[in-house]
């Protein structure tokens, strides 16, 4: 099936500073990406939608100036979290659709955990 | 809009013992269902889905899920678990449209088998 790869898998940082995710379709072009936040025990939430060559769209209650996302290319989404708090802690995951597969399913990274200190 | 429960977070059961994984849903309008399953450090994966057509559908590895309307479920079941089966199971639920991929997700049940 198709690949779709996060890096970095693991983060940790201190308060204040910033940090970029990338997600990747490895053997497969991807013009929409999406954005999840996992806390723990808890559901996967959108986050957005990356469109490439446009603007992200946003869930609500998301804020956009503090979750960047650029997708670049075709095959790359990058999520960068500014100004992270300890409050930004969790698991953040991708996913992908590809377009030469059944409607309906989508391919997810292996997620990043990020920690703010 | 939609929300998913899974009504059990933890379930613990023996190799080769039957497993079932409750998954309910609320939606006024119609529906697409789907079981992700995760293994420890990996990403999600399709395990089956409810499109349209018969209720009960089928994964590769012996799991099966049956989407009931009227109860508003779509459980999942396996008749005869293997060790390899222990992972982290989503249910996820799209409503309106085939290609609409904003899913709502349960909260994730753990199955742990054990010999």
């Known amino acids: 099936g198709a690949v779709v790869s996060q890096h970095p898998s693991w983060v940790i940082c201190k308060s204040g500073t910033s940090v970029k995710i990338e997600c990747r379709s490895l053997?497969?072009?991807?013009?929409?990406m999406f954005w999840y936040r996992q806390f723990p025990k808890q559901s996967l939430m959108l986050m957005a939608t990356?469109?490439?060559?446009?603007?992200?769209?946003?869930e609500q209650g998301v804020e956009k100036d503090k979750f960047l996302i650029n997708h670049a290319s075709l095959t790359l989404s990058t999520l960068t979290v500014t100004s992270a708090h300890p409050e930004d802690s969790s698991f953040y995951i991708c996913s992908a659709r590809d377009f030469r597969g059944a409607a309906g399913e989508l391919f997810f990274g292996e997620g990043s955990r990020l920690t703010v200190l | 809009a939609q929300s998913v429960t899974q009504l059990d977070s933890q379930v613990p059961v023996f190799e080769e013992a039957p497993v079932e994984l409750r998954c309910n849903y609320s939606s006024s309008v119609s529906v697409y269902l789907f079981w992700y399953v995760q293994y420890p450090n990996q990403g999600l994966q399709l395990l089956l889905k409810?499109?349209?057509?018969?209720?009960l559908v089928e994964s590769i590895n012996g799991f099966e899920a049956e989407f009931n309307k009227s109860q508003t479920s779509f459980h999942l079941r396996k008749p005869s678990v293997h060790i390899s089966d222990t992972a982290e199971y989503f249910c996820?639920?799209?409503?309106?449209?085939?290609?609409?991929?904003?899913?709502?997700f349960g909260a994730g049940t753990t199955v742990t088998v054990r010999a």
């Open positions: 053997d497969f072009q991807a013009t929409t």
């Open positions: 409810y499109l349209s057509g018969s209720t």
């Open positions: 990356s469109n490439e060559g446009s603007k992200a769209t946003y």
């Open positions: 996820a639920v799209s409503e309106g449209s085939v290609n609409d991929y904003k899913l709502s």
